[in-house]
């Protein structure tokens, strides 16, 4: 079966530090990846994703950036995080051949 | 531009009471819709879809949802809720044959036991 792996599950930052966040994939091959932003009554705000190898697609423009070095595994990154950064970052995952996404557990991101 | 909408952002009822969620979206093609759940602590998760077909779905836990073309709206259903229901819920809209889900801002669900 299928699993996706998020983390650090929390991570409190300083602004003006660098921010790496990871995210990958078990189970499945060539599966379309996404990362999201949740912010209280603001819903899911999708940020980036990448339907293959190196293939980065942003949604809006912000503070981080994307990479997908390997076919299941999906970073987050920043070079200086802003207090603005902080919030709820979810991962998804999309089998090639389904609609539905499956989410990971979520990092908690707190910038200080 | 294509979005999806949840107007109702919190939602308080009793216990049997019966659950009606809006959603509405904006676009005249073709649709795959969903509702996702988030329970407190929990991922998010899956509770049903519309694809084709019936457009009245039934998902997981009682919930089901019904596709009205012609209204552009996917509401959520549920005749009696429990206490366990208290979660957030997600409207999700895929949009033609787009790689991404586009959320709307969630409902978040209160039952008072």
């Known amino acids: 079966s299928q699993t996706i792996h998020q983390w650090p599950a929390t991570l409190v930052q300083p602004v003006g530090s660098p921010l790496s966040l990871e995210c990958t994939v078990e189970g499945t091959s060539n599966p379309n990846l996404y990362w999201y932003r949740q912010a209280a009554g603001r819903g899911l705000q999708l940020l980036f994703y990448s339907v293959g190898i190196g293939q980065i697609s942003s949604e809006v423009p912000q503070n981080l950036s994307a990479s997908r070095p390997q076919d299941r595994q999906f970073i987050l990154s920043s070079k200086k995080l802003l207090l603005s950064d902080s919030g709820f970052y979810l991962c998804?995952?999309?089998?090639?051949?389904?609609?539905?996404?499956?989410f990971g557990p979520g990092t908690r991101l707190t910038v200080t | 531009a294509q979005s999806v909408s949840q107007h109702n952002h919190h939602v308080i009822l009793s216990e049997a009471a019966s659950l009606e969620l809006g959603c509405n979206y904006s676009?005249?093609?073709?649709?795959?819709l969903f509702w996702y759940v988030q329970y407190p602590g929990q991922h998010l998760q899956l509770l049903l879809k519309?694809?084709?077909?019936?457009?009245l779905v039934k998902g997981i836990k009682g919930f089901e949802a019904e596709f009205i073309k012609s209204k552009f709206s996917f509401n959520l259903r549920k005749p009696s809720v429990q206490w366990s229901d208290t979660a957030e819920y997600f409207c999700a809209v895929i949009f033609g044959s787009a790689s991404k889900i586009i959320f709307g801002s969630g409902t978040r669900l209160s039952i008072r036991p």
């Open positions: 998804a995952w999309r089998d090639r051949g389904r609609s539905e996404q499956y």
């Open positions: 676009y005249g093609g073709t649709v795959n």
């Open positions: 519309y694809f084709s077909g019936d457009p």
